[in-house]
């Protein structure tokens, strides 16, 4: 069963995360034979203020 962990800094839509699941779906499919059903993906939005380049916070 393949997982994913995508972490992004917040502000992504529903619809833009429905997108890009369908695409890593289907690129684990195509190159891993992996079946769609047990593939998970977990999204993680990280506040821009808790997301720090080296010591700053961009």
Do not use: Y
Not at 30 to 54: C, M, Q, Y
Request: net charge neutral; proline share 5%; charged share 25%.
């Amino acid at each position: 069963m393949p997982f994913i962990h995508v972490e992004l800094l917040s502000g992504r839509t529903i619809e833009q995360k429905n997108a890009c699941a369908k695409a890593l779906v289907a690129v684990l499919q195509e190159h891993l034979g992996a079946k769609p059903e047990t593939t998970r993906i977990i999204f993680v939005d990280v506040e821009k203020s808790n997301w720090l380049v080296g010591d700053k916070i961009p």
